[in-house]
């Protein structure tokens, strides 16, 4: 039988009734296939849990408490709500409780000491994982699957970049025996997604969505036949359909598709989900909970490639976009190793990059938040430049959106950008920047945060995505 890691995300185990349909899913699949379960966080937990670490480090005391009593309160009342029976129901509330007691623990001590370190919050932020997987096995066994869970941090080892960690691979292939031993047995792990520990056991989190994260990242130490990704839609889409209601699944997506569509604002998947699948070639299904039966989005190595060369549009707002230019850039070396080492002495993640073949000017594109801080520490680093007017100006464009085009070898199809451009001009779109890969995967599009509707409209309808024209 084919082992399959099933991950569901916090909409998807959100009450008790949803933990129930969960258990049916995996019920059912159990009949055909060997799962592995990977769960996020209840949905509106983690978001608890970080105002919990947040208020505790600023001394406000009565709304850390407050915090931790709704946590209580949506744990404790889900138990109830599954019915479990007396001794399950007793069981698994000494379980939450005690889980509760140690996070009201680190809180105390965070108010008292009035910091909050990156491995704190890490910890804090685990919890939600933690008291999910006790509850989502006991939902599975009251369905007569024979559940056990696992907190990942027995499982996948990562770097101490608390906030932001990343697998280590070869040192996380142990999983592979514990999960056998139990899948052996016909057992189900319910494993935690989002966390993993250092090689000192200390606790990490792969950053918020991380649990797509780890569910690839366990299929890869497993050797999973597949990796199902559940959650709210049914599938990937050609646009959102928040903004384009006419939008359509996409059957297959590669993996690099898949991945432009998640960096660039999809918010289907992880972006970094497709990494450790595409290691093993490990296919990734990306279905709907609510509709177990769609056949959602196939993710492969394979290239199906588009009729019209466009599989898909993404977007991202709230991003700034910062200018560096002066006539006296052009031709001299290391201009843009120092932009882009200011930025990255600063933690700063550039989105975007675009550069004027005269090398007058170099573009790049930051989340709104680091926007002034970039501007900053850029002025700051070419102070002498700008004193000689060898650069004249850092600029700074706020309110802005990327728009990507994304299909593999759009360059297979002549005229794939300037059937975008051509859209944008008629739907009087101003377009800011442009940046374009040689591979054509994928066309980037810097314009007014106000215009993204009417722009990713008119893609959608030029190619044709919705399988006709409006």
Not at 281 to 304: E, M, Q
């Amino acid at each position: 039988m084919n082992l399959i890691v099933m991950k569901f995300g916090g909409t998807s185990i959100g009450s008790a009734e949803r933990m129930r349909n969960v258990a049916k899913i995996v019920a059912d699949a159990h009949k055909n296939v060997k799962p592995v379960v990977v769960v996020s966080a209840m949905s509106t937990v983690t978001d608890l849990l970080l105002s919990a670490a947040n208020n505790a480090s600023n001394g406000r005391k009565s709304k850390t408490l407050r915090d931790l009593e709704r946590l209580e309160t949506i744990h404790l009342n889900t138990i109830s709500d599954l019915n479990l029976g007396d001794e399950t129901s007793v069981r698994l509330h000494e379980s939450i409780s005690g889980l509760l007691s140690e996070l009201g623990n680190l809180l105390d001590s965070i108010l008292v000491m009035g910091e909050l370190t990156g491995r704190a919050r890490d910890k804090i932020l685990s919890f939600g994982e933690r008291m999910s997987i006790q509850l989502v096995a006991s939902a599975l066994e009251a369905d007569g699957i024979q559940a056990k869970p696992i907190e990942a941090t027995k499982l996948i080892v990562t770097t101490d970049t608390f906030g932001d960690a990343r697998p280590i691979l070869e040192e996380s292939l142990t999983a592979k025996t514990k999960i056998n031993k139990l899948t052996s047995k016909n057992i189900v792990p319910v494993v935690t997604g989002f966390i993993g520990a250092t090689h000192d056991g200390i606790t990490t989190t792969l950053g918020r969505g991380g649990s797509d994260y780890s569910a690839t990242i366990l299929g890869n130490c497993i050797d999973a036949d597949e990796v199902w990704i559940y959650t709210d839609v049914d599938g990937a889409m050609t646009a959102d359909p928040r903004i384009i209601p006419e939008a359509k699944t996409i059957p297959e997506l590669s993996y690099a598709e898949a991945a432009e569509l998640s960096y660039f604002g999809a918010k289907v998947l992880h972006p970094l989900t497709m990494v450790p699948a595409s290691l093993k070639d490990i296919p990734i299904r990306v279905k709907n909970t609510f509709n177990p039966d769609a056949p959602g989005t196939k993710i492969s190595n394979r290239k199906n490639r588009a009729k019209n060369g466009c599989k898909a549009i993404s977007s991202m707002n709230r991003l700034s976009l910062i200018t560096v230019q002066g006539q006296g850039m052009t031709g001299v070396p290391g201009i843009a190793a120092k932009v882009f080492g200011t930025i990255a002495a600063q933690q700063i993640n550039v989105l975007f990059i675009s550069q004027a073949s005269s090398e007058y000017n170099i573009s790049l594109v930051v989340r709104h938040d680091d926007g002034e801080k970039a501007v900053r520490v850029l002025r700051e680093a070419f102070e002498a430049e700008l004193a000689r007017r060898n650069i004249e100006s850092v600029k700074l464009e706020e309110n802005l959106a990327i728009i990507a085009v994304v299909g593999d070898n759009m360059q297979g199809h002549p005229g794939a950008a300037g059937k975008t451009f051509s859209a944008l001009g008629n739907a009087g779109v101003n377009v800011v920047a442009i940046a374009q890969g040689s591979s054509e995967l994928n066309i980037s599009l810097v314009v007014n945060q106000t215009d993204v509707p009417v722009a990713v409209q008119s893609i959608h309808n030029e190619f044709k995505l919705a399988g006709r024209e409006r």
